[in-house]
Nanobody, 115 residues
């Protein structure tokens, strides 16, 4: 049973940057992939970025060029560097890890970007 815990969320002004971190209780290369999802009020959860065991990354269209996903296997950490934040990025951000067919989720961290 893997446990994931996000940190780094909080109020951030438009145009600024924020780094989210996700700590895993198990070695991250045990996972088929890891990623960040977000859910805004009244909306469905959506993929922000993912990275598979081979290092291939995928980004949601709305964050391409602004967000970067990365990982540190030795410290069992996943990161999401967010730049040029917009009010539309306001959401709870969740760390996800997959050991197919299972999904593991962190409790989420809020990122409000005021308009």
């Amino acid at each position: 049973q893997a446990q994931l815990v996000e940190s780094g969320g909080g109020l951030v002004q438009p145009g600024r940057s924020l780094l989210l971190s996700c700590a895993s209780s198990v070695m991250i290369f045990e996972f088929n992939s890891m990623g960040w999802y977000r859910q805004a009020p009244g909306k469905e959860r959506e993929l922000v970025a993912s990275i598979n065991v081979g290092g291939r990354t995928t980004y949601g269209d709305s964050v391409k060029g602004r967000f970067t996903i990365s990982r540190d296997g030795a410290s069992k950490m996943l990161y999401l560097q967010m730049t040029a934040l917009k009010p539309a990025d306001t959401a709870a951000y969740y760390c996800n890890a997959k050991i197919l067919p299972y999904d593991f989720w962190g409790p989420g961290t809020p990122v409000p970007v005021p308009s």
